[in-house]
């Protein structure tokens, strides 16, 4: 069943088995995993950094952006809003392939650390 | 934990965190499919599937970098993985 609201719960480790309707938030390792919001049961994990997801919690929670689960047979779409699960247009084949092209494009060239960006920088000087 | 009862392997088991889940690792590389299996055991990855595999916490390029498929690297005591299918629209 499609979930309409999502509520926060803040562990160290996602447990083993998501229970629909909540959104696991893990600081230690600045990553949060649910269900996907359409019922299929789908894991759906969204690191947080700048370049990636932005978790805002103030009592409810948003993550911005939207969530593409194009790779899902589900193909779900939708935006976590204080809250409340929006759902979103679905997109065409054609807009799911250049939807994916910027984000990973997006993704290369603001990497998610100084970690990242050091670590892509000096890979490529020493060719490893 | 005792690493030296396993003189058949010479290397001992390092703990690593997948999707903040711990596993024990007793190779001294993992492949970009073998994380992805950690992460999505019930989920075998089908051809041209897109899964980003980001790492932290280890040993080449300054500890942090990205696992292209095919590719493997070499694993590190707390080193940190993220595996994710979804994309930011
Ligand atoms: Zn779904």
Redesign the pocket.
Same mark, same amino acid.
Request: aromatic fraction near 10%.
């Given at each position: 069943m499609r979930e309409t609201r999502i509520v926060p719960e803040f562990v160290t480790s996602f447990p083993a088995e998501l229970e629909p309707g909540h959104l696991y938030v893990s600081a230690r390792f600045s990553t949060a995993a649910h269900l $996907?919001? $359409? %019922? $299929? %049961?789908?894991e759906?994990i969204t690191p947080l950094s700048p370049a990636q997801w932005v978790l805002t919690f103030d009592g409810t929670v948003t993550i911005w952006p939207s969530i593409g689960?194009w790779a899902?047979? $589900?193909?779900?779409h939708y935006v976590i809003d204080r809250g409340t699960i929006k759902w979103a247009r679905n997109f065409t084949c054609d807009e799911i392939q250049l939807n994916r092209e910027s984000d990973h494009r997006i993704l290369d060239a603001v990497p998610a650390s100084q970690g990242r960006w050091w670590g892509r920088l000096l890979r490529r000087l020493t060719g490893h | 934990m005792s690493p030296g009862n396993n003189p058949g392997h010479g290397e001992h088991t390092v703990t690593i965190f997948v999707n903040t889940r711990e596993f024990q690792w007793d190779k001294k590389e993992i492949s970009y499919e073998e994380v992805y299996n950690l992460a999505f055991p019930n989920e075998p990855l089908n051809d041209g599937d897109v899964a980003r595999i980001e790492y932290s916490r280890g040993h080449n390029g300054g500890g942090a970098g990205s696992l292209q498929p095919g590719g493997t690297v070499k694993v590190k005591e707390n080193m940190v993985f993220d595996v994710y299918v979804t994309v930011r629209s």
């Amino acid at each position: 069943m499609r979930e309409t609201r999502i509520v926060p719960e803040f562990v160290t480790s996602f447990p083993a088995e998501l229970e629909p309707g909540h959104l696991y938030v893990s600081a230690r390792f600045s990553t949060a995993a649910h269900l $996907c919001a $359409c %019922g $299929c %049961g789908r894991e759906v994990i969204t690191p947080l950094s700048p370049a990636q997801w932005v978790l805002t919690f103030d009592g409810t929670v948003t993550i911005w952006p939207s969530i593409g689960n194009w790779a899902l047979p $589900c193909q779900s779409h939708y935006v976590i809003d204080r809250g409340t699960i929006k759902w979103a247009r679905n997109f065409t084949c054609d807009e799911i392939q250049l939807n994916r092209e910027s984000d990973h494009r997006i993704l290369d060239a603001v990497p998610a650390s100084q970690g990242r960006w050091w670590g892509r920088l000096l890979r490529r000087l020493t060719g490893h | 934990m005792s690493p030296g009862n396993n003189p058949g392997h010479g290397e001992h088991t390092v703990t690593i965190f997948v999707n903040t889940r711990e596993f024990q690792w007793d190779k001294k590389e993992i492949s970009y499919e073998e994380v992805y299996n950690l992460a999505f055991p019930n989920e075998p990855l089908n051809d041209g599937d897109v899964a980003r595999i980001e790492y932290s916490r280890g040993h080449n390029g300054g500890g942090a970098g990205s696992l292209q498929p095919g590719g493997t690297v070499k694993v590190k005591e707390n080193m940190v993985f993220d595996v994710y299918v979804t994309v930011r629209s």
